[in-house]
């Protein structure tokens, strides 16, 4: 086969848009490809994304898609961001909204056809501009795999999960107008419980199917965390791969980071005091000496916000500043709100914001992640490079990066790390984090380890390189 021509689409990648660690990752991983390989990046050119700003311009290139008998314009634009190639589509009814998915916490109701249109654009994008190496992501661009199938696209494709519990699973009425052959409703393909899966039928044609971390790979397959596709997943077991994500440490890097008051290293750790000092001026919180734990992400079931806001009162009632920083469901939100009344050790902000979420991870001395699921996690890779010590439930991606702390340092990554999904358990390790606090040459020591272990997109890209080359 001739040199690899990779085309590696997302809903959203990082900065022109994100919603989670699926933007971040789909900006770093083909940034770190295209040094080995020529690698291309799709995604839809929503009508929030700055054309300008990006030089985002118009390829000339244009087709239309007819999905039950509706004619959908679909056009390519092109722009070269940070050294990367990336094509947006651009079709009113997938781009004009004012959210990628929907507003926090919802999904739009027409996302099928929305993403029904991304997928028809990807799988013409590999054969318009002859990419011969498929990579797609989630669920949203799941279906991209059964078109270009249908189309008698032959060449790999590569799906990888970040997160099964979204699946794409929707009545079987609407298959209609996805543009996709009644042959799909198949128990080996896409039907899925009377419902069609889209997630189902990306790992039923694709060649290989990764997920974010080793450990998530394996989990998956079991009921208890496989969300009904467990059976399925053991089925393809043998395509199956767990690969740890990575980040991008020329955005992640305290040393240079523009949205910090001081940039500090490993080996000069003085600045993360005054960009914690800064912050706290900033949030309002009093006692500068206290520890300040803090909390990143979105609002959900699975990032642990039932055990977090159980344990909320006794952990506030401790001599510590708390930070929380996110969004998403309203009950969540409700009950953070009405503690955050009550308490002046508690900082809490609604809402996206990438510069502040920078500024409390070099603030912080420990980040709190009691996900009762992670597949990877990018948030405490985040932490332990700003050096705030991550406290985690041990799970998926979380359990390949997270290890609890050891005099010889020989893993990377040390953190508290707790086995049992309850507030006891979460709470007996965020005291063990205070106990180190005041071990100050400890504590520094753990810290420093954790700013220099290499959580680097690069080795994850140079596991997916392998990969490719084994397929070609
Ligand atoms: P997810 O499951 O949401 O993808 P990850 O830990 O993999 O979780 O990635 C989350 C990413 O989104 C990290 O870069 C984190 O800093 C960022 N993030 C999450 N919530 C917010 C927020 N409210 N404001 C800014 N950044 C956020």
Known sequence: MKEIRLLFAAAEIFPFAKSGGLGDIAFALPKALRKKISTTAIMPLYGFIDRERYGIAPTGEHFTVTLDGSAHDIEFFHAQYDGMDIFFVYNDTLCDREYIYGPPGEGYGDNDLRFAIFGHSIAEAVERFDFNMLHLNDWHTALAAVIARDKGVKHPIVYTIHNLVYQGVFDARFMKRWGVGDTHFHIDDMEYYGYLNWMKGA????????????????????????????????????????????????????????????????????????????????????????????????????????????????????????????????????????????????????????????????????????????????????????????????????????????????????????????????????????????????????????????????????????LYEGLR
């Open 203 to 466: 790992i039923a044609h694709a060649d290989i199917v990764t997920t974010v971390s080793p450990s998530y790979a394996i989990e998956i397959q079991l009921p208890e965390f496989g969300f009904g596709l467990d059976g399925f997943l053991r089925k393809h077991s043998d395509k199956l791969v767990g690969i740890l994500n990575g980040i991008d440490y020329d955005i992640f890097d305290p040393m240079r980071d523009p949205s910090l008051d001081a940039s500090f290293g490993p080996s000069s750790i003085r600045g993360k005091n005054r960009c914690k000092n800064a912050f706290l001026k900033e949030a309002s919180l009093k006692e500068k000496e206290w520890p300040l734990i803090s909390f990143i992400g979105r609002f959900s079931e699975q990032k642990g916000l039932d055990i977090l806001i159980d344990s909320i009162g006794e952990l506030l009632g401790n001599e510590i500043n708390l930070a929380i920083l996110g969004d998403g469901e309203s009950r969540y939100i409700e009950a953070l709100k009405e503690i955050e009344a009550e308490n002046e050790n508690f900082y809490l902000q609604i809402g996206y914001d990438e510069s502040l979420s920078h500024r409390i991870y070099a603030a912080s001395d420990f980040f709190l992640m009691p996900s009762i699921f992670e597949p990877c996690g990018l948030a405490q890779m985040i932490a332990m490079r700003y050096g705030a010590i991550p406290v985690v439930h041990a799970v998926g991606g979380l359990r390949d990066t997270v290890h609890p702390i050891c005099r010889t340092r020989k893993i990377c990554g040390e953190g508290f790390v707790f086995e049992s999904m309850d507030s006891k358990s979460f709470l007996a390790a965020i005291s063990e984090a205070l106990k180190l606090y005041k071990k100050r040459s400890s504590l520094q020591k753990v810290r420093r380890f954790d700013m220099e272990c290499d959580f680097s997109i690069e080795k994850c890209a140079k596991k997916y390189l392998d």
